[in-house]
Antibody, heavy 118, light 109 residues
Framework: QVQLVESGGGVFQPGRSVRVSCAAS????????MHWVRQAPGKGLEWVSL????????YYADSVKGRFTVSRDNSKNTLYLEMNGLRPEDTGVYYC???????????WGQGTLVTVSS | SHELTQPPSVSVSPGQTATITCSGD??????AYWYQQKSGQAPVLVIY???KRPSGIPERFSASSSGTTATLIISGAHVDDEADYYC????????????FGSGTKVTVL
């Protein structure tokens, strides 16, 4: 079965950097685009980023463009989100999600909480 | 900017009909998708491509889209339908980017 397991969350100071990861299993990881979606505490969903199946192209929400970088290692079945220049408004649960056919977010991980606070 | 606007909350009695709207300039050209999110859980797709229902989703969930407004309808709402509902669409200028609506809390009581 498809499993997506995020890790790397924690408490970070504003301006610092962090990389969160998403370990994938149960499907051919290298064949699918992958998303990052975040959710601030008590708030709505926000699409953050998409990376193509081969890692050649990344796309970003305006709110993170220039600060966040999405990447993947298909040999390790792992997706990454490098977050630089963290801001308090980046606080939230970060979910990775597998792009599907009819469903843009066919499978979701359980999320990892990133808290940006001094 | 690309925004999808939803009402913050909708209340419905069990067995009645709940209607949730999603308004955005991209919707005449881009499909709307609807996700249900229960507390502490990952979202689940309930409608794709404006009006199609995935297998396993009850028939009481239906949807339509006209002009700049997409609409999700829950006919004969169950207590179990109480959740947050989000619309989603692709960016009108870049199909690789997307946006969620602001979310609607549906209360069934």
């Amino acid at each position: 079965q498809v499993q997506l397991v995020e890790s790397g969350g924690g408490v970070f100071q504003p301006g610092r950097s962090v990389r969160v990861s998403c370990a994938a299993s149960g499907f051919i990881f290298s064949s699918y685009a992958m998303h990052w979606v975040r959710q601030a505490p008590g708030k709505g969903l926000e699409w953050v980023s998409l990376i193509s199946y081969d890692g050649s192209n990344g796309y970003y929400a305006d709110s993170v463009k220039g600060r966040f970088t999405v990447s993947r290692d298909n040999s390790k079945n792992t997706l990454y989100l490098e977050m630089n220049g963290l801001r308090p408004e980046d606080t939230g649960v970060y979910y990775c999600a597998k792009e599907g056919g009819d469903d843009p977010f066919e499978y979701w991980g359980q999320g990892t909480l990133v808290t940006v606070s001094s | 900017s690309h925004e999808l606007t939803q009402p913050p909350s909708v209340s419905v009695s069990p067995g009645q009909t709940a209607t949730i709207t999603c308004s955005g300039d991209a919707l005449p050209r881009k499909f709307a998708y609807w996700y249900q999110q229960k507390s502490g859980q990952a979202p689940v797709l309930v409608i794709y491509e404006d009006r199609k229902r995935p297998s396993g989703i009850p028939e009481r969930f239906s949807a339509s889209s006209s002009g700049t407004t997409a609409t999700l309808i829950i006919s004969g709402a169950h207590v179990d339908d109480e959740a947050d509902y989000y619309c989603f669409s692709r960016d009108i200028n870049d199909n690789h980017r997307g946006f969620f609506g602001s979310g609607t809390k549906v209360t069934v009581l």
